[in-house]
Each structure stands twice: as structure tokens, then as C-alpha cells.
């Protein structure tokens, strides 16, 4: 089966016309507006957030072979605040916290963090690294925005 969708991709490749390609396996969920918003990261000079955003999800597809314990922290953190406060309380600390990364701002980002484990009541175990390490552990801030807000399919048919 992997030799057919190897083959069809390479034929789109030879085909495809345009400056980028996105391919969605079968098993995989993406957000409706997914490859838009990255186009739009890109397009206005800020593809480190666009790489970032796609290594994370390669990294979250990986699993246990790539995440480090920080990153499944944070993976795990931002689905319990999904199921604890409501979908555009998450959505809007989600943009706080992009917004905090993006200009590289440290302290917002450490403050927003704090103010979101509050108001959810959501220990961040993984917070302390970023902490310690802000550059070093960006990683781990971009897992927990790329969780957040990503419901179960379960929970979006009940809403």
C-alpha cells in the first residue's frame, strides 16, 4: 500500500504547479484552515513559526520515538485545559501565546503560561523548563499552542 501512495504522490509531484505542497495521509486530522494558516505565516515573513508549527506535528505524529517527557507534558497540559475551560477562552490564550513567542517575549509567555494553569487549574509540570530555558525549550511552547484547542471528534459532535 505504501508503494501506491509513494507513486502518487511523486506523479502529483511531477504535475504540481505551485510554490508549496501539503499531503494528509488517510489516519491524519488537520484543522480546516491548517495549510492557510501557514500560507499566511509565510507569506508575512514569519516561516521559523510555519517550521516550528509543522516539526511539532511531525514530532506529535512520531510519538514516543521523538517527544521528549517536557513535550508530551505539554501535549498532555493542553488537552486537559481543552476539556476544562470553554473553546474560545482556549482559543484566545492560544493567540496571547503565539502572539508572546512570535516577538520572542519570555516573560509574556511565562506569565500567560502561569495565568492559563490558574484559570483552568492545570498544573504545567513542563512550564519549569521553559523557565529555566526559554530558547532552548521553545519547542515545548509550540507543542502546547499546537495542542490547544484541538478537540476530539467526540467532543466537537457534542458541541
Known amino acids: 500500500m505504501k508503494i501506491i501512495i509513494s ?3 511523486n506523479a502529483g509531484l511531477d504535475i504540481a504547479c505551485g510554490k508549496y505542497i501539503g499531503f494528509v ?9 491548517m495549510y492557510e494558516v501557514l ?8 516561516s521559523y513559526i510555519a ?5 511539532v506535528n511531525w514530532l506529535i505524529k512520531k510519538g514516543d520515538e521523538e517527544m521528549n517527557k517536557d513535550m ?11 476539556e476544562t475551560i470553554e473553546a474560545n477562552k482556549v482559543e484566545s490564550y492560544k493567540q496571547k501565546l503565539l502572539n508572546s513567542i512570535i516577538f520572542n517575549d519570555k516573560d ?10 490558574a484559570y483552568s ?12 530555558d526559554f530558547d532552548k525549550n521553545k519547542e515545548i511552547v509550540y507543542t502546547f499552542i499546537n495542542a490547544l484547542g484541538k478537540r476530539s471528534s467526540k467532543e466537537e459532535t457534542n458541541e
Do not use: W
Request: glycine share 2%.
Open 25 to 33: 495521509d488517510s489516519d491524519d486530522s488537520i484543522h480546516p484552515k
Open 51 to 55: 517550521k516550528q508549527i509543522i516539526r
Open 121 to 132: 487549574k492545570v498544573n504545567f509540570d513542563f512550564a519549569y523548563s521553559i523557565f529555566e
Open 7 to 9: 507513486s502518487a504522490r
Open 108 to 117: 509574556r509567555t511565562c506569565q500567560i503560561l502561569m495565568q492559563l494553569s
Open 39 to 46: 500560507y499566511n505565516l509565510i507569506k508575512n515573513h514569519k
Open 72 to 82: 508530551k507534558g505539554a501535549y498532555a497540559c493542553a488537552k486537559k485545559v481543552n
